[in-house]
């Protein structure tokens, strides 16, 4: 028999981050945010659940508060007088988001509306050195911090947090970089606290695939609402999840750990001992070594060298789209390898959408999107019922630092924040996860 004992309810850690004060401001917050158009009071009652009473005093903390403005009147549709109607104050809360590749750091500013209003990017190398010394990097990353802040002309004191999107693993409780692949001087390097020492800014750190799924979900358009996944091509690959809106990290935050699924037995030696892992055969590096076997590109180029790879990935991409040839078949076998991984992702779960993005998405865009839509039209076995989608991500380059902001902009919104990365646990409040919308007039 099974037993009925309840399992322990998930005890989620609380956060200073929410200066808004009480999980009904949020629920509001977030229905004024996604409204498609402008919300009266009476609207937000109703969209809600929320009582009258309980709308008024919330709507008046939130415009004192700064997060929330008065944007003109409803026109009056005969009865009563007309409804004033809110929207978001862009200039209410300011989020910082950083993305620490391997090779490049791209650090922005949202607004409150989510908006970038100031952005950076630099080499790795041109930061630190090129052992990519933690100490250097973290003090690099610190001064672009403040560039952005300035730049972007926030207040202080309106500046909410910084999100940090970093290649996993990552150790949440510790809030560090466990051991990444590609940052070989970085083992358990804790980033959150010592990002937090040099800015005195709360400091979220997520991995990145998380991040840009959590940045689809915010600034993605119809992209980013449901049940999708972001499929991360970049320095490796990874996928990001968002489920029913949420977007869900997995028991230790390190969820969408791909790269080693095997789509090729005979493949490329991996890292990991086995042969054809999604990863591996996905980097740049293989794809260039198939072009001198199949003489598309010359022979004598180091494989060891990241630019000069890239070099010839660039042009292997450019040869596939001209004409059919060696170079298609080897980037339509890579759209083939990944659209096999979608197809297991998808059905597994039952999602509407696969969101490619990362730093060689631009490049293999024109491959996949038809490629990726055919083959997954035939096996997404729940085709009857609903469709699946194939997209490229709106957000660019800036995909990784926009989620890591969006990590931080979500406690202010989000009704179930996701698991809190930051600060010492004594500051945080207590901080079980909360409830439904309630009708308490607070
Ligand atoms: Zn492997």
């Not at 750190?205 to 999708?228: C, I, M, N, Q, Y």
């Not at 970049?234 to 809106?245: E, H, K, N, S």
């Amino acid at each position: 028999m099974v037993s009925t004992d309840q399992p322990p309810a998930v005890v989620r850690r609380g956060t200073n981050l929410d200066r808004v004060g009480g999980f009904n401001d949020s629920v509001v917050l977030d229905a004024i945010r996604r409204a498609e158009q402008l919300l009266s009071r009476v609207e937000l009652a109703a969209s809600t659940g929320l009582s009258g009473q309980a709308i008024s005093n919330i709507t008046r903390r939130l415009l004192d508060a700064g997060l929330v403005r008065e944007a003109g009147r409803q026109k009056n549709s005969g009865l009563g007088k007309p409804r004033t109607l809110l929207e978001l104050e862009p200039t209410g809360q300011y989020a910082v988001g950083v993305h620490l590749d391997p090779a490049v750091v791209t650090v922005v500013v949202l607004d409150l509306t989510g908006q970038v209003v100031a952005r950076r990017r630099a080499d790795t190398e041109a930061i630190a050195n090129s052992a990519l010394e933690p100490d250097a990097l973290i003090d690099g990353i610190a001064a672009m911090v403040e560039q952005v802040i300035t730049e972007a002309g926030a207040a202080r004191d309106r500046v909410v947090g910084v999100g940090i999107a970093a290649p996993g693993p990552i150790d949440v409780a510790r809030g560090a970089v466990v051991d990444p692949p590609n940052l070989t001087a970085w083992n358990r390097v804790p980033l959150r606290d010592a990002l937090r020492d040099r800015t005195g800014l709360p400091v979220l750190l997520d991995k990145d695939v998380t991040a840009a799924a959590s940045a689809e979900k915010w600034a993605g358009g119809p992209h980013g609402r449901g049940s999708f996944v972001f499929f991360y091509l970049g320095t490796g690959v990874g996928a990001g999840l968002v489920i029913g809106d949420e977007v869900v990290r997995g028991t230790s935050g390190n969820v969408g750990e791909i790269g080693h699924v095997i789509v090729d037995p005979d493949g490329p030696l991996c890292f990991c001992g086995r042969r054809g892992c999604v990863g591996e055969t996905s980097q740049p590096r293989y794809l260039v070594q198939q072009a001198v076997h199949a003489g598309v590109i010359a022979q004598g180029i180091d494989l060891d060298d990241r630019r000069a790879v890239d070099v010839a990935f660039a042009t292997v991409c450019t040869a596939a789209a001209e004409a059919p040839g060696a170079a298609r078949e080897i980037v339509a076998a890579l759209a083939g390898r990944i659209a096999k991984v979608v197809e297991d992702i998808a059905n597994l779960l039952d999602l509407e959408r696969v969101v490619f993005g990362g730093p060689h998405w631009d490049r293999l865009a024109p491959f996949f999107g038809d490629s990726v839509r055919e083959t997954l039209r035939e096996r997404f076995l729940v085709r009857s019922v609903h469709p699946f989608d194939v997209a490229g991500t709106a957000l660019g380059a800036d995909v990784g630092a926009v989620g890591a902001a969006s990590l931080v902009l979500d406690h202010t919104f989000s009704p179930n924040p996701s698991v809190l990365l930051l600060g010492p646990p004594e500051s945080a409040p207590s901080g079980s996860r909360p409830a439904p919308a309630v009708n308490t007039a607070g």
